[in-house]
């Protein structure tokens, strides 16, 4: 890092760029994300040239939405990185659907489900974009990740899932490296009780779900559950809980590669391998400089 880099925060950026009064704000939000924005837009094309195409839409799309009041303010990599799959999903629906990747093209045909409403009670297809919106609201982790505080989200991302160092995760949000890790720990935490909420909910119509939810919050905190013969017997007859109680066991442990195929929907293990190689050119770039 040189002392002509921008120091202000991803938060600070936003700010600056919703008063309309520093043109260098885009600039630097750009050089920061870019690379991780372009890696995913790949995954989404055909050809190199396309995907400059696709990244460049998108972050175009989120300055926009930032300037328009809207958009994000810490978390600006997931959110970048979603605005991608939507605007891929929009080109599929035109004449640039051939210039995706056709595995896109196939991810989005899987999504197909029932036709909606249309405006005069006609049925109709759900748009492209629409179908992934409805995928992306299925999944428990993802609505749990949704309903973070945004700092929460970003600083689950860029720790967890990019594994950058904390010197950088804390430039991009404000905080020291301290406050990185205390940070990042308790959005870990947060996480869990968002998913156990989110589990809460889609079995709300079930008493017996409804009166165990509790008891699964206490046993997956616990490092050494206590024995709880009411909990064991219904996770035995409930599949839906029983799944839950997995997932949350070794969430931790899997977060890095569970949260990219949640958020991102489509390639999150070709984002994480394209991340991963690219981090390790830097640091071999790194340590050949010094």
């Not at 008063?19 to 260098?24: L, N, Q, T, W």
């Not at 303010?73 to 051939?98: G, N």
């Not at 799944?243 to 293990?269: K, S, Y």
């Amino acid at each position: 890092m040189t002392g002509d880099e921008d120091q202000r925060s991803d938060e600070a950026l936003a700010a600056a760029l919703r008063d309309g009064a520093d043109r260098g704000a885009t600039e630097e939000l750009y050089r920061r994300h870019a690379p991780a924005v372009l890696a995913y837009a790949r995954l989404c094309c055909r050809d190199p040239h396309t995907a400059e195409d696709l990244a460049s839409e998108a972050f175009t799309r989120t300055v926009q939405a930032v300037r328009g009041g809207k958009g994000p303010a810490h978390a600006w990599r997931p959110y970048l990185l979603a605005v991608v799959r939507h605007t891929a999903a929009d080109w599929a629906a035109q004449a640039r659907r051939v210039e995706l990747e056709p595995g896109f093209g196939e991810w989005l045909d899987s999504l197909a489900g029932p036709a909606g409403e249309g405006p005069a009670g006609a049925r109709r297809e759900p748009s492209a974009e629409e179908r992934a919106v409805r995928a992306e609201d299925g999944g428990m982790i993802a609505a749990a990740f949704r309903s973070l505080p945004e700092r929460w989200r970003a600083v689950l991302w860029h720790s967890v899932v990019e594994e950058e160092p904390a010197a950088r995760v804390g430039r991009l949000l404000g905080l020291t490296p301290s406050g990185v890790a205390s940070l990042t720990s308790r959005a870990r935490e947060g996480l869990r009780e968002a998913y156990l909420a989110a589990h809460a909910e889609q079995g709300a119509a079930d008493e017996e779900c409804r009166r165990c939810g509790s008891r699964l919050a206490a046993a997956v905190r616990r490092p050494r559950p206590r024995k709880d013969t009411l909990l064991e017997r219904h996770l035995e007859r409930c599949a839906r809980c029983r799944g839950a109680a997995r997932e949350l066991a070794d969430l931790n442990q899997r977060l890095r590669t569970v949260l990219p195929v949640a958020v991102l929907l489509f390639g999150g293990p070709g984002y994480l391998t394209a991340r991963s190689a690219a981090s390790g050119a830097t640091c071999a770039g790194e340590s050949a400089r010094a």
